[in-house]
């Protein structure tokens, strides 16, 4: 498949847009009575006649069906799990922890100067993916509109690692192991169309340190995404 080929075969051509960008965008269109900001749902139940949501501000509402649309850490599905389990429904696949394959490092820079970065000056978004040469890494880099730069490392491991292994350790998760994790990339080469060649880490030097994070890429479809009157939707099924 070509690039120029997506717009005829899914109808719209690919935006790359920042998060806070989109969040801004979607809450300008949702009427504000409509969205609780900074509450958290806690507890679900369901009977026969309805579903409950306890939340944290001590709220409980009720209702019809629950959806749930609360991303891959999902409270309503761990709920629903729980209820499966004790009803000795629940399919060994979906009772066993969200794995984890690959260590990913995720940055967007500050507003760059485009001589230091001539691609940005180009209109659309200039994509690029690298793949180590006998290295367990590829890493991405892509122009945003505001002449910023966001870039996306990820890190393959030997073997496949899930938050329950005796051997995980949440030290390898803060902003230290960032830190780490930026060292050990620093020299990766990436393309800018500048004539000094540039690498990983002069990216890494124009990010800010609260826009760099190392996430962990869990990766798991689960098998059951609907019971009685609760359904999930998203990264959550
Ligand atoms: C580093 C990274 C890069 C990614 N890049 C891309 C990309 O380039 N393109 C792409 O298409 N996808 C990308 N994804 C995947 C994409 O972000 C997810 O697939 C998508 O956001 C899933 O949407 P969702 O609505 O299921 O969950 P989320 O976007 O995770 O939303 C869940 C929401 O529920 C809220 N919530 C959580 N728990 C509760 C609770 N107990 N009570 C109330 N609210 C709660 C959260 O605050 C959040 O707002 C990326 C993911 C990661 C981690």
């Known amino acids: 498949m070509k690039f120029g080929?997506?717009?005829?075969?899914?109808g719209y051509e690919n935006y790359i847009i920042a998060r806070p960008v989109l969040y801004n965008f979607l809450h300008s269109k949702v009427p504000k009575e409509r969205i609780h900001m900074g509450v958290k749902i806690t507890e679900t139940s369901q009977n026969d006649n309805g579903v409950k949501i306890h939340c944290s501000n001590g709220a409980v509402c009720e209702g019809d069906?629950?959806?749930?649309?609360?991303?891959?850490?999902?409270?309503?599905?761990?709920?629903?799990?729980?209820?499966?389990?004790a009803e000795k429904k629940l399919s060994p696949t979906d009772a066993k922890p969200l794995?984890?394959?690959?260590e990913c490092l995720v940055g967007q820079t500050r507003v760059l100067d485009l001589g230091d970065f001539p691609r940005l000056n180009q209109e659309d978004c200039q994509f690029r993916n690298i793949v180590?040469?006998?290295?367990p890494y590829s890493w991405m880099t892509f122009?945003?509109?505001d002449n910023t730069l966001c870039y996306v490392i990820v890190k393959y491991l030997?073997?496949?690692?899930?938050?329950?292994?005796g051997s995980f350790n949440n030290s390898e998760w803060g902003s230290k192991a960032a830190k780490a994790f930026c060292k050990e990339v620093q020299d990766f080469p990436i393309v800018s169309g500048s004539k000094k060649p540039l690498t990983l880490g002069d990216l890494i030097a124009w990010t800010d340190k609260d826009k760099i994070s190392k996430?962990?890429?869990?990766?798991?479809?689960?098998?059951?995404?609907?019971?009685?009157?609760?359904?999930?939707l998203g990264d959550g099924e």
């Open 132 to 135: 180590g040469d006998n290295k």
């Open 5 to 10: 080929d997506v717009p005829e075969l899914f």
């Open 158 to 165: 030997d073997q496949e690692k899930s938050k329950h292994d």
């Open 215 to 232: 996430v962990m890429l869990e990766e798991k479809v689960f098998e059951t995404w609907y019971h009685g009157r609760i359904v999930l």
């Open 99 to 102: 794995p984890y394959s690959t």
């Open 143 to 145: 122009t945003m509109k």
């Open 65 to 85: 069906i629950l959806v749930g649309a609360d991303g891959a850490y999902s409270i309503v599905r761990q709920n629903m799990y729980n209820q499966l389990k």
